[in-house]
């Protein structure tokens, strides 16, 4: 039987590895993710390459040029960070169909619009982001009681 690992930001933005800490995030995405971060989010999301790309403000020679210099600039890094997060915190728990769904259709909780187009904004993200952890399922802790077959007498020695 195959088990699917669960998605990770690492997969869907097709990174080597993962920067090490927060700054090192910061930093990444102020020189840019490399162009296969987007040819990866994209197929991941069931979007073509220019789909995305327009979500991101990219259209036509500007897409081109990127294509070109293998690397986005820092504010299509950052969103396109704020899409992958979404997706794979999403992918968690509803499973990736569901997470790509949940993204790209209208969402009552956010007044009928899509999640994805939320994410241009920081504004957006917040909102998206409480959506998320508002539909997240609580944490179940399971009691795991023994019964005492012997005397009464409690053990706390």
């Not at 840019?32 to 259209?59: D, F, I, M, V």
């Not at 600039?73 to 997706?87: G, K, R, T, V």
């Not at 920081?122 to 982001?129: A, D, M, W």
């Not at 959506?131 to 023994?146: G, N």
Request: charged content about 30%.
């Amino acid at each position: 039987m195959l088990v699917k690992r669960p998605a990770t930001l690492q997969d869907t933005l097709s990174l080597k590895e993962l920067p090490p800490r927060g700054i090192a995030w910061h930093e990444l995405l102020l020189r840019g993710l490399p162009y296969k971060s987007l040819r990866s989010a994209a197929k991941t999301l069931g979007l073509k390459e220019s789909e995305l790309a327009a979500h991101l403000g990219l259209k036509g020679s500007q897409l081109a040029a990127r294509k070109r210099a293998r690397r986005l600039n820092a504010p299509e890094s950052d969103l396109l960070h704020a899409i992958a997060l979404a997706y794979v915190r999403l992918a968690g728990f509803k499973g990736s169909a569901e997470a790509r769904e949940w993204l790209l259709k209208p969402c009552d909780m956010l007044r009928n619009t899509r999640p994805i187009d939320l994410l241009r904004t920081r504004l957006g993200t917040e909102y998206v982001s409480t959506a998320i952890a508002r539909i997240r399922p609580a944490p179940t802790f399971a009691m795991h009681v023994e019964e005492d077959e012997g005397d009464d007498e409690e053990d706390f020695e």
